[in-house]
């Protein structure tokens, strides 16, 4: 499944570094999702977008700012991370956010905050 | 309040042996649907398989099955003859709209780690 993209696949910053991680997703859909995936800790939802508009945060502390341009593309803004925030971070996708609807999931970009 | 236990962290089989992973889920939800995924090492999780809380018929694809039983609140993944390209995390995953309409939010387990050796 090729439907949703991530780039960088790998990023590796220092704490006082601004990076941005992009979600590009060719499904047509109109709801996208951020993900955090830590060791050992099951996936946990940071963010929600439906039609561009960000619906859900889930408690994520603000060096975390999302950004949703238009449909296909989603961003997650990182600055002045900590070492804690490493970890997988797995973008997603669904038709709309009813509860039958399945969330594609690209292949994440990898991040170490040195 | 939703959960999903994968109780198993790890399973090593050798290949060509069954593997089931377990999952049991709760929810106060009437309509929820259930799902796996399945993470290899690339880190992408794949899509695998979808019910809803209405179908409790068993489902084959394959070498994968599924047995869902409303009455234990399970949904378990039964691979046949294991194959190395098997090895991988597993994750099931339940979507309700419990007080928020039709409105999902999925709520994974901690993932079952599976090894398969040759």
């Known amino acids: 499944e090729t439907g949703v993209t991530q780039t960088p696949r790998h990023l590796v910053m220092g704490m006082t570094n601004k990076k941005s991680l992009k979600c590009e997703q060719h499904?047509?859909?109109?709801?996208m999702y951020w993900y955090k995936q830590s060791a050992k800790k099951p996936l946990e939802l940071m963010f929600v977008y439906s039609l561009e508009e960000r619906v859900e945060n889930n408690s994520v502390p603000s060096r975390f700012s999302p950004e949703c341009p238009n449909s296909s593309h989603l961003f997650l803004h990182l600055h002045t991370l900590q070492p804690e925030d490493s970890a997988l971070y797995l973008c997603?996708?669904?038709?709309?956010?009813?509860?039958?609807?399945?969330?594609?999931f690209g292949p994440g970009t990898r991040l170490l905050v040195l | 309040a939703q959960k999903v236990t994968q109780a198993q962290t790890e399973i090593s089989v050798v290949e060509k042996e069954d593997v089931t992973l377990d999952c049991v889920y709760e929810?106060?939800?009437?309509?929820?649907?259930l799902f796996w995924y399945k993470q290899p090492p690339s880190g992408e999780l794949v899509f695998l398989i979808r019910?809803?809380?209405?179908?409790?018929q068993n489902e084959i694809s394959g070498r994968y099955s599924w047995n869902f039983q409303k009455s234990t609140s399970s949904f378990n993944f039964t691979i046949t003859a294991s194959q190395v390209v098997d090895s991988a995390v597993y994750f099931c995953?339940?979507?309700?709209?419990?007080?928020?309409?039709?409105?999902?939010?999925?709520?994974f387990g901690q993932g079952t780690t599976l090894q398969v050796k040759p």
């Open positions: 499904l047509g859909h109109n709801a």
């Open positions: 929810t106060r939800d009437t309509t929820y649907y």
């Open positions: 019910r809803n809380s209405f179908d409790e």
């Open positions: 995953a339940l979507s309700d709209a419990y007080g928020s309409g039709n409105t999902g939010k999925l709520i």
């Open positions: 997603a996708s669904s038709q709309d956010r009813a509860v039958q609807e399945t969330q594609y």
